[in-house]
């Protein structure tokens, strides 16, 4: 479990990631209102949040990382934000309409996943839970878990089934690693995960029930 210094709002140092002006200074503003202890730091994209956070990584509780930033997805930012300051818990907020965002946020380490969606009354709630060292994974679909479930049989992960998926494009692990922007022991850990859930003994079997998954709608 991350740690945090507080249980409650007061003095709780947010960094928050969002390259929509109307949107972040709103937030923030709303924030900064509704609960006055709250110390709310804003950047437009994630160069400007590496430079802050390189300033006084220290100083902030949680990063929140719009998942569309300029240039690269937040889950992929928050994977960068991470190799960079370790102790730094990072959460992921988006309008998207994905119910898979959710499981993705917490395969990938993440401590939070709130939907955009949310009013600014159920923010701030989830925002003491994390205060106080708790996790916190919204969705914005209440069917989502049907949905996954149906379209994945195996119990896999997000990340397993995007691993499987480059699989079955013919990819090596070193390939896989570069496609997913992870490190070659990372994909080696997951196709051992994958062929333990799927009872899969090698590449070719793991490769045959990929293409009999459902294929993702692209990302717009």
């Given at each position: ?8 709002l007061d ?17 923030a ?7 006055p202890g ?12 590496m ?11 949680l ?28 959460g992921?907020?988006?309008g998207?309409?994905d ?22 009354h ?11 060292g ?5 969705t914005?679909?209440p069917?989502a ?5 149906n ?5 896999l ?6 691993v ?5 494009t013919?990819?090596s ?12 022991a ?12 799927t009872g ?12 009999q ?7 717009t």
């Amino acid at each position: 479990m991350w740690e945090t210094r507080l249980d409650t709002l007061d003095a709780f140092a947010l960094l928050l990631v969002d390259d929509h002006p109307l949107f972040r200074d709103g937030l923030a503003t709303a924030l900064r209102h509704q609960a006055p202890g709250l110390h709310v730091t804003t950047a437009d994209r994630l160069e400007q949040a590496m430079e802050v956070l390189a300033r006084d990584a220290a100083g902030f509780d949680l990063v929140l990382l719009d998942y569309y930033l300029p240039g690269i997805n937040g889950l992929r930012g928050a994977e960068l934000v991470m190799k960079r300051h370790p102790g730094v818990a990072i959460g992921l907020m988006s309008g998207a309409e994905d119910p898979t965002l959710s499981q993705r946020a917490r395969d990938a380490g993440l401590v939070a996943y709130l939907p955009k969606t949310l009013e600014i009354h159920a923010l701030i709630r989830h925002l003491r839970r994390l205060a106080a060292g708790q996790v916190v994974f919204e969705t914005s679909d209440p069917w989502a878990a049907l949905a996954t479930a149906n379209a994945n049989p195996y119990g896999l992960s997000a990340r397993q089934m995007d691993v499987l998926r480059v699989l079955a494009t013919g990819a090596s692990n070193k390939e896989i690693a570069n496609a997913m922007g992870i490190a070659p022991a990372t994909v080696k850990n997951h196709l051992e995960a994958i062929f333990a859930k799927t009872g899969a003994v090698n590449r070719l079997q793991a490769v045959t029930l990929a293409r009999q998954l459902p294929a993702d709608p692209p990302v717009t």
